[in-house]
Each structure stands twice: as C-alpha cells, then as structure tokens.
C-alpha cells in the first residue's frame, strides 16, 4: 500500500492572487483507504489547494496526476467527472431547490428525456442514508434547513456523485458534537470501501480521532507530512507556526494613563447567534489585538461596532457614555469619531477606478467642504499631508487608484480614515496581501497613532503582528471572547492554542 | 403525509393565485349584467389568455434572475406578422402560425445570445432589442390591418368553444403548458434555469450548465410571446404596430408574474402561477366596469396593483440583520 | 464605429476640464462630424447655421431629459419612468395655468414638483425598499399613466402652456439662440457643477462604483440614492414642460418617444450602464448625436419603422463594444 501509486499526486502547484502568493511550489499525494488531514494556519494555502483540485481555480504553475495521468481541471464540472467532489462551506447548494433535487444536481436521473422524481427521490435517500442524514426530508427546500442539516446534504451530494477522492473543506464547523460523531461514522465506512478522504479542519480533536495521514501547510508550502499519531500537539503548532520570518515591531508601550473612562467600552454584545455576550474595553493610547482563528465573529464585532448591523444587543459606550451607533456615518461623527478599516479594500476601501485624490478625501468630505461643495484648495492640502506622512507612492493624486501597488492601496484606505481625524481605529486585518516593507511602515504608524491618543481594536490573522503590536489581544471562538491575553503572555504559543479552544496546559502535552 | 406538506409549500404561490383569481371571478360573474354565461367566459378567457402567454414568457427569463422588456414588442411584432402570414388555405395558413412561432423563438434567441455572449444586463439588452422589435412590427403594419385572404377560419376556431362551452382559448393554455411548460419544467435545462436564478454561484459550483439555461429561458420567453401573437391576430384579424400597447403588455406580464408568485429575484415560481396571476390580474381590472365604477380609472387602479405587489418582495427586507447584505 | 472597440477599453477615469478627454466622448464626437457630413451630402442645408441651432433646440428637450437619466445611471440605476414623468410635467403645469393668475405664475414649479414627487416615490423604492430600479420605475410609471388618464379622462389635454412655458421652450435670445438651447446650458452648468465639485456629486460616482465601499465610508447612500432620483423625475417633468410649451398644450403619450433615445444618449456619450464612470460632457454629446441620428434618418426619408430598427441595433452595437472596454479594464 505504501508504495502503490498515489490515486493523485499534485507537484509544484503555484497560484498566485494579484501580487499574493497564495500556493508556492506547493505538492500533495492522496491514496485511496485513508483519510489525509490537511492542517495549517489562516492563509496557509489549504483553501487554495482545495479550489486548484476542484477546479474553482486554475494554478499558474505545476502538475496534476490522477491515477499517473496529467488532468487539468478548467471548470468544477470537469473536476466532478473525474471523481473529485468537494464539500465546500454551505457553497453549492441551490436554496430554492428541494433536498432531492440538490442531492442529484448534476445528473438527475431521467425517464424519456424527463427527469424522473420517483427514481430521483430514491437515489436522495440512498445518498442522504449514507451521508447520516435520514431524517432530512428529500422534498424540503434546503433553504429552510438549519446549517447542520445543510453541511449533511452537502455531504449527501457528493456521494452521490460516487467520488474517488472526497474533500471535506471545514465541512464539521458548523455541526454539534452528535453530528460531527454520525459523520465520522460515515467517513469510516467510505474510508473502508477505499475512497480517499482530504479533510480539512481547524478542530485537532477531530483529527486526531479521523485522519490516517497529515499535512502540514505553511505560507503556500507543504512543510511536512507525517502518519496520525507520530507527533505531540506541540510539535504540530510548532510545524504550524514556523520560525521563518520576525519582523522588527517598534515597542509597545503601556498607555499613558488608566484614569477616566475608556475610549470605546462594550459591554455584554449579542448579535444573531455569532456575537455571543462580549464585554471588553479599549483606553485611548491602548492597542488591543483580536485573534483566534478566521471566522470567530472578529468581523461582525468590528461592523457591529461600526454600525452595520441591525438587531444588536448590549451596550457600547463612547468616552463612558452609553451611545447608540445607528450607521457608519453616524459612527465617524465627531460625537462618536470611529473609523474602520474594512476588510477588503478593493470592495469595502476604495472605489478602485477612481482618482487617488477621490478616494483620500471621501470619508472626509463632510470637513473639507462648505454647503456641500468641495473646497478644493483645503481638499488638495490636505490630500498631500496625507500622501506625504503615510509615503504613499503613486503616479500622482489623478490616476486610478486600482493603478497602485496593494500596499500602497492600503496606505490609502488607512489615509482615507486619518483624515477624519478618528479617536477610535478599527482595523480589520489590515496588512492582509500586503509586501513586508508596508507592513512596518503600518506597525509604525499604528504605534504613533496610539501613542497620539488614539484608542485602536486591531484585528489580525497574522500572530506575529498581534504579539508585536497589542498591548491586549481577545482570543474568540465562535463569537465569544475565549481568552485574554495580555503584555508577556502573548505568545505565539498561547494564540495559537487559545484559538484552537485547545485546554489550557493541554498544548503542553497531548 | 408530510410529502404534501412540502408539496403544497412548493406550489404556494401558484395555489394563492389561483385562489385569487377564482374569487376575483367570481364575484366578476356573480355582478355581470349578463351572469355566468358561456359569452362571457369566453370573451374573458381571450383576453385573459392574450396576458397570460406573455406572462408566461416573462416567466422563463425572471426565474433567472432576469427581465425580458421585449416581451411586448415580440408580442407586438409576432401579432403584425401574424396579420401577414396566417392567410390563404388552412394548411398555408398553418405554416403561416408555424413561422409566426418560429419568428418568435428568433427574437428570443437573440435577446439570449447578446445577454449570454455581449453579457449585457438584460434589462438594456432587451429594452434594445425591443426597439428592433418594433421597428419590424411598424415596417409590417405602418397602419392597422390585415391580410385579405387572412385565415379567419383557423382564428375563429381558436378563440370559440369547444362543445358550445369551453373556450378554445383555455385549451390552448392547457396545450401548452402541458407540451412545453411541464416538460421543460422537468428537463435539466429547466431545472438548471431554476438553479441559475437561485444562486448563480452555486449553480456554477455545482457545475451546472449555465448558458444553455439563459439562453433556452430567452428562447422560450420569445416562443411564448409570438404564440401570445398569434392569438391576438386571431382574435382582431389584424395586426397593428402600438408602441403604448406593446409596453402595457410587458408591464403586465410583470405584473402577473409577481401576483402570480414568481420572485423576481429569481429561481422561485412557475409559469402556472403566472397564468393565474394574469388572469387574476385582467379580472381586477374588469371589476371596475362590473361595478359600474368610471373606466377611466382602470390604468390607474392597476398601476397601484402592480405597484403594491412589486412591494411586496420588499418585506424579506426585515430580516436583514447586516447592512452590508443589502449591497451586494 | 469599430474603433470604439479600442477605445471604450483604455478608460481613463475622468477628470474635470477635460484634461483627459474619454475616448468614448471622442468617438461620440467624431460620430457627429460623421454624421453632419452624410447629411451634408443629401442637403446642402445640413451645414447652414439655422439648421443646426434647429437640430440643438430640438436637442436640448431631449438633453434635459437625458440629465436626469445620466445621475440616476452614474448610481448603476435606471429609471423608466421618464414617458409619463414627462408627460405629467407637461400636463399638471398646463392643468395649472387654467387656474386663474396664481395657476399661471405657478405652472412650471408645479410641473416640476409634480415630477420630483414621483422621482421621491421611485427612490424610496430603491433606496429604502431595495426594490430593483426597473420594476420599481416600471411600476410608478404605470401609476403616473394611471393618474394622467384620470386627470385628462382619456382625452387630449385642453389646457393650454403658459406663457412663460411658450417663452422659455420657443423663443430666441439673439442670432436665432433659442431659449430652450440655453435652459439646457444651464441646467447642464448646474450638472457639471453639481458632479464635480459637490460632496453629493462624488457620492454618486462612489455608489455607482462601490456601494458597499461608499455605505462604510459614512456616506448616507440611501439618500443620496433617494435624491437622484428626484433629480430625474424633475428634470423629466421640465423636458415635460418644456415640450407642452413648444408644442402649446400636453399630449397623451408625449414622454413615450424620450425613453429609448434618454438612456441612448446617456451610454453612447460613454457613461457606464453599470454606474460610476461617466462625464457630461459625453452626454450633450450623446444627446446630439441621437438628435442628428433621428434628423438625418428623416431627411434620407427613413419611416419610423426603420429608424426604432436603426436605433436599437445602434445602441446595442456601441453597448456590446463599451461592454467588452469595461471587462477588460478590470
């Protein structure tokens, strides 16, 4: 078995998203019988990998082999028929559609020409049996389905496909314990039967009862690929965290004073099942990280805290005082003073095929202008401060701002925002995609900021910035504040295990 | 049996409008000065079904997430041809509706073909093409009329009465839906129209064929406005080129679709429900007369119709919790 | 035309006093040159002076509507209410002139008003109720038809224009410069003025390009959504009043032919269709253009069959190259 040929073998795979490399020189090799667990941090690449398989993208670079043969996959379909199925999160489903539709979406069964709803129905409860997923009604719309019903039919899916190779994307995240347990089951028996199984997740409990094979992807690279149970937890983190690279941050000092109230106080937050109870503060002068891993409710706590959602409960308050933030242009008031930088630039910052000058002065319109007609001169003086403090390099404040660099582009939301004069900065990872020399010209300029008075929430996927730049950082996991950590405890050790819900001192062992 | 829980929850839409249009009618009859006779009927049927085959080609196109403003205009234009070319003997005339359709699935087809490959947003493309449309409607019929040798034998028959009681015209629907509704609805095409108008992503993920979908809903749509056409060359013996009459029929065709509880986001409803709605849709507007009400307000009194049930689809509004969701 | 295809792609956001001239304006211009020069070849007449000061007051009711249009389709919205926000503007302020000296006085602020109040009724479907523009307009369209027919019961209108309608839609300055030409010129100043330097005019080129990005950069984009549209159904009510005054009274169905050649004008003067991208300067161009399009397609005597023909394929064709610019560029 160990010798016989890979069921596909990747080599060399490259992708490369603008001027992010998502996947370099990045190789696989899935056997059939086993269940390969993929592991790795935010951005390590494994969604990547997963989408070049499935043929949701095409890499720039390297080979396929299935079964020895070079395949290139330019649409899903094509990825299908050749016995690859994937279960994305809650992706592929088509909501107005019934279960057994869904189920055999692709290649309904038909009589003359028509497709066949007795023999469809039976193919659907065959799939969702095996799936674990029996009590599913086939002729339920999957758009009344709870989550975890859905992820099941997704499964269901792709069996029904009769695959060779099967990829659970995070497919168990949003399940509960006893369907996660009826799952395993499932995966058990397909494993028997001699599929292949790629699972992906973040949960290691999960992995370590599952998967056969594990590989560990870190910055685009496969770094090591192991047999389940050869290695601790901790060696695991380790190969997970690396030791590439440390950027010099500038020193983190404590705020100035704790008298008076704090800047920005949130107490007891609540928003649709994805905030759940969270209460911290952030003093003026303070830089307070949010970690964990991606999805936790870091975003939804940055926009609820900008305004953007409806339905929230709990109470923030600004300088002490209890203060409602109805909208972003009421949370960027002088009142209140926040600004937030989103998580996407080219579809939450910037308007991309607009003039730089455009763009820097947007958000700040309301001060540079006079009965709402834009005063030109204070406009241009104020635009040039703004290129001149954050260096942003461009081809003057005419041209396009999509025509800039990534790291310039993010120079120029976080301007954009400087120049509301803001007291409380939300970032929302914003050295994400972004060259290392503008990553520390952004940990400079959050430090100054800070060190002016400014009170700042900085959301990051990457570790080392929160250990280098917070004086605080919250852990969450699944919407709630798990842990916080603060000054000397802030260890890469200490996220990591944190933001796997890992038991305290169990990273030590395992 | 749970099964027709989930079955009647699928035809909702279908089942309200069918209930709306059964007591609109109703009551329609019950005030008549002439009662629930078999003229009557008939005389509401034709003009109800002139509505609901053009309904039923803006049916196709909005369960994929899209809107035909040509509709009208092929009616239009399929109606002036139809003036020209349903004439002479019966079998001549037969082939005559057969080019009518067949000019009708062309339009179609082109409208799928500039949304597809020009990947126009079809609301310009076929306010374009609607244009064109007219314009070959008007170079047939600068003025109203008809052929004349036109083949009123072949119109006559289509919009009288089966056994001195049903009208022609409520066949025909039924023909049709059964012929081309029914198994479309039941192909991977139809089913792949569906899924497009859903969620477009999914179905892209899901591998689904995705312009053979568009542009068979395009197609269909053009097929169902030329038999719309047809029907109204049958039952004018002519054909006439109105700018105002083509635009009322594609802004009645949403109208129905909407009461006929197809969502014009896509992937929900069916051309069944889109009859009723048009049918309910015409009986709204005849009640006016029935109740003795002046008929100048009848424009009106449907303009609000149409306007509330747009609005309708802005109720699933409160459920969203995250602003951002709004902009997609 | 084909070199539009080239042109539409390398799209140079514009910038005020033109110091980048969009190649789609370019082409819209150098289509005008062409199409003087045809006509010139059936007329001599085509170049006299008197000609084209006609050609530019038949233009500028057309311009006016296009205005309005132009912001509503900078915001990646349409608005296909313009027939009857037309023809109410027309109606309701010859309605008021019957109405003593108060109803004259007040004919052309009552039009307009009458316009904005359906403009109001568009936006806050779309902005509020999230209703897509086209159903939403479609719908408010059918209501305004619905309310004219009542008002006029059915029947051509009686009332006849104003005075002040008649002057400002027939007369002429000097040199044959009719008025109407420079009411365009002027509600075109106020456009220029009111996109470029206004904070308001750089929310709509945001919404149009990013909605998302615009809504969390603190900008009230519902409003600004709502306010657009108001614009528009003024300004169709102006042409609407503007037309009543030249042809002396309102007609049924006056605002039908102004919809086509509106959204023409405004995507063959290089506006996007899907919002953001877009100067003035194109739209009087666009508008011109159509103006001699439908003038020359008379004079070759081209029936009205031909010309709807003419005009749809055109505009699909320009749209189709501008399209393609557009996806390559991004």
Redesign the interface.
Known sequence: MEFAQPLLRMEGISKRYGGVRALEQAGLEVRGGQVHAILGENGAGKSTLIKVMAGVVAPDGGRMLLEGREVAFAEPAAAIRAGIACIFQELSLIPDLSVADNVVIDSPPRRFGMIDHRAQRRLAEEALARAGGEDIHPLAPVKDLPLSRRQMVEIAKALARKPRILILDEATSALTAADVAKIFAVLKRLRAEGLALLYISHRMQEIAEIADVCTVFRNGRNVATYEAGTKTLAEVVELMIGREYSHAFPTVAAPESDAGPPALEVRDLRWAERLRDISFSVRAGEVVGLGGLDGQGQRELLLALFGVTKGLSGEIRIDGKPTNIASPRAAKSKRIGMALIPEDRKTEGLMLPMSVRVNLSFAALDRLSRWGVVDRDAETEAIDEMVRLLAIRTDGVDVPVGSLSGGNQQKVVIAKWLMVRPRIILLNDPTRGIDIGTKQEIYALLRRLAESGAAILFYSTDYDELIGCCNRVLVLYDGAIKRTLVGAEITERALVASALNIAAGAEAGA | MSDWRFRLAERRGTLIALALFLALFALYASKHPAGFTANVVQTAANKGALLAFVAMAQTFVVLTAGIDLSAGMIFTFTNCLGSYIVAGSTPTALLGCAGVLAAGLACGALNGLIVIYGRLQPIVATVASGSIFYGLALWLRPQPGNSDNFNSDIADFMTGRVFGVVPMSLVALFAVVLAIWIPFRRSTTGRAVYAVGSSEMAAYMSGLPIRRAKFWAYTLAGLFASIGGLYLSFITYSGEANFANGGTYTLFSIAAVVLGGVSLFGGVGSAIGAIFGALAFRTIGDLLFVFDLDPLYQPLFQGVVLLLAVCTGAAQLFRIRNRLDLFQ | MSETAGGGGV?V?R?PLL?HIDPAVATAFACIVVLLLIGSLYSREFLSPGYLLQQLKVASFLGVIATGMMIVILLGQ?D?SV?WAVAMGGMMACAATAHGQIGVIGAIPFGLLCGVALGLLNGF?VAY????S???T??????????M??HT??FSPQDSASAAMRFIATGEVAFGIPHSLIVWAIIGAGTVFLLN????G?AV??IG????????????TQRAVMIAFAISGGLSAFGGILLAGYASKAAQ?MG?AY??PA??AV?LGGTS??G??GSYIGTVAGVILITLLQSILSVMQI???????????V??LM??LY?RGR?A?G
């Open positions: 799209a956001r910038v110091r349409i296909l027939p479907g109720l999230r209703i897509p086209m159903i939403i479609l719908a408010v369209n059918a209501v305004a038809q619905g309310l027919v009542v019961g059915g330097r206004t904070s308001y750089r080129y945001a390009n990013r909605e998302r990005a615009a809504f969390l950069s603190g900008v009230d169905a039908d919809l086509l959204i023409a995507v269709i899907l953001g991208r029936p009205e069959s031909g010309r709807q023909v003419i005009y749809g394929a505009i699909l749209m189709l399209g996806r560029e």
